[in-house]
C-alpha cells in the first residue's frame, strides 16, 4: 500500500509554517473593510428570489403505456402516491448505475495501489461491480413493468446526482489511493442502504408486495457490501497507523 495521506511531508497549508508572513496576513485582514456593505441577508433574499421563480427540479413522466395508466390508476384509488413511487425508482436506477461506475474506478485503483491484509480482492471488487449492475437491471425492469420509462430523469434522480457528484470525483482522482477511495465507496453503501429500505416501504405501502420482495434481496446484498467497505477501511486504516508506529521506533 503506497502514497500513504498520514505520512508527514512538506504540507503548507497551515498558518503556522509561516509565522512573519501570517502575522502579517492576520493584520492586514484585520485592517481590510467588508467587500459590501450589510450582512448575510442580501444573498438569502436573492436565494429567495430565485426559490420562488423556479419550478423544481422537474416531475415525473406519465406512464408509458394503458397498463402503467391503469395500475397508476388503482394506486390513486387506494390512496397511494405511485408518482412517488416511480420517482423513487428513477432515484434508484440512477445511483445503481454511478455504482457501477465508483466500482469499475476503485478496480482501477487496486491495480495501481495494491491491497493490504484485510483490504479487498480483485474478486470481492468485481462481485460487488455485478452486484450493482444486476441492481440496476432489476430497478430498470421493475419501471418497465410498472409502465413507465427507465431512461426518464426523474426529480429524485436528479436531486441524487447532485448530491452524490463528489464521490464519483473522489474516485477517480489520480491522487487518491485505494484506502482513501474507500471512504467514498463507504458513503455511497450508507446512501443506498438507507434508499433500498425507503424503497421496500413504499412498495409494500402500494400493495407490490412481489417488487418489495425483490428490494428486499437487493437491499440484504447491499447490507453485505456496507460490512465489507467498513472492515476494509478499518483494516487498512488500522495497518497504516501500525506501520507509522513502527517507522517512529514506537513499540507495537
Known sequence: ??????????????????????????????????????????????REEFAREQAGLGSVPPPASLKGMAKTAVDMLKGGRSTVFMDKLGQRAGFERTGVRIYEAALSKLDVFGTWEGGPSREQLEKIRLDELSHFALVKRSIE??????????????????????????????????????????????VDNASWELLIQLARELGHNDLADDFQRALDVEQEHLALVRNWLAAGTRLEARVGEEAAGAPV
Open 145 to 190: 413493468k410498472l409502465g413507465g420509462d427507465p431512461t426518464a430523469l426523474t426529480p429524485a434522480a436528479d436531486l441524487q446526482a447532485n448530491l452524490s457528484e463528489g464521490v464519483p470525483k473522489v474516485l477517480v482522482d489520480p491522487r487518491v489511493n485505494l484506502l482513501q477511495s474507500l471512504e467514498g465507496l463507504l458513503t455511497a453503501e450508507l
Open 1 to 46: 500500500m503506497e502514497r500513504k495521506a498520514s505520512e508527514m511531508g512538506m504540507n503548507r497549508t497551515g498558518i503556522k509554517t509561516s509565522p512573519v508572513h501570517s502575522k502579517k496576513a492576520i493584520e492586514g485582514a484585520e485592517k481590510a473593510q467588508p467587500s459590501s456593505p450589510g450582512d448575510a441577508s442580501g444573498i438569502w433574499k436573492v
